[in-house]
């Protein structure tokens, strides 16, 4: 009988760990929209990559590559229209305003 319950909780285990495996691309998929700047869709694309699209989602273009030890855990507008980028670094994470040129990025 002990055999039986290790053997349940062990099952239990995998799928648990298996869900929390397939969340990160659960979410990806729910951001996939972006967020609306400018008439520019903007949105993270993983390893801290942000991507751009000018059709509505469609396509999606490479608009900065801030490098893979970072990564893009938010993309919102503020409320004075500006467009920000929670970039986190390790534990550490810091914000980044899109420049008035929409393509340089300036710390806060």
Do not use: C, E
């Not at 495996?21 to 942000?50: E, H, Q």
């Not at 970072?70 to 993309?75: D, I, K």
């Not at 986190?88 to 300036?106: E, K, N």
């Amino acid at each position: 009988m002990q055999r039986r319950g290790f053997l349940k909780l062990a099952a239990a285990s995998v799928v648990a760990s298996a869900a929390r495996l397939t969340f990160p691309w659960a979410a990806a998929a729910a951001k996939a929209d972006g967020v609306s700047y400018g008439g520019v869709l903007y949105r993270a694309g993983g390893n801290g990559r942000i991507l751009t699209s000018a059709d509505g989602g469609v396509s999606w273009t490479l608009h900065s590559d801030l490098g893979d030890i970072y990564s893009v855990s938010r993309l919102a507008v503020d409320r004075s229209n500006r467009l920000r980028a929670t970039v986190d670094y390790g534990t550490r994470g810091f914000v980044l305003t899109l420049g008035p040129d929409s393509r340089s990025w300036l710390t806060t």
